[in-house]
């Protein structure tokens, strides 16, 4: 199954190993679910990530993004030109609508109401008999 993750839910999962976030990166790391990305994705997560207030470190950082890029799906998408409150998630929603993938948010105000936007409990409720 194709998801994109938005960069409040890989934050959350690697703060707490236990929870929705960390269930979701495990069935990344077990190849249930691929991530699908691109380089402005990418690049979000290694600058969030990286920030000193979190104090993760460099490996914890760099074996997850490794995962992500190794395992997932690098895509080109299409611009959309459709209003955003905060453009710096269109980058997201564009990549979920380019691979018909489900993204994956703990914003869901953020993004326009599309059946591909997800909270982690509406996600994880919808993967139950799956998991």
Request: aromatic content about 8%.
């Amino acid at each position: 199954m194709l998801v994109v993750i938005d960069t409040n839910v890989l934050v959350s999962a690697i703060w707490s190993k236990s929870g929705g976030p960390a269930r979701i990166l495990a069935l990344i790391q077990n190849g249930r679910l691929t991530p699908c990305y691109d380089s402005r994705i990418l690049t979000e997560y290694r600058r969030t990530l990286s920030r000193s207030k979190f104090d993760f470190s460099e490996w914890e950082i760099t074996a997850v993004l490794t995962q992500i890029e190794s395992d997932g799906m690098s895509v080109v998408p299409n611009p959309l030109t459709e209003p955003f409150n905060d453009e710096d998630d269109r980058k997201f929603y564009e990549v979920a609508k380019h691979c018909n993938a489900t993204l994956i948010t703990g914003n869901l105000k953020h993004f326009p109401k599309d059946r591909l936007v997800q909270s982690v409990a509406e996600f994880l409720a919808s993967m139950q008999p799956g998991i």
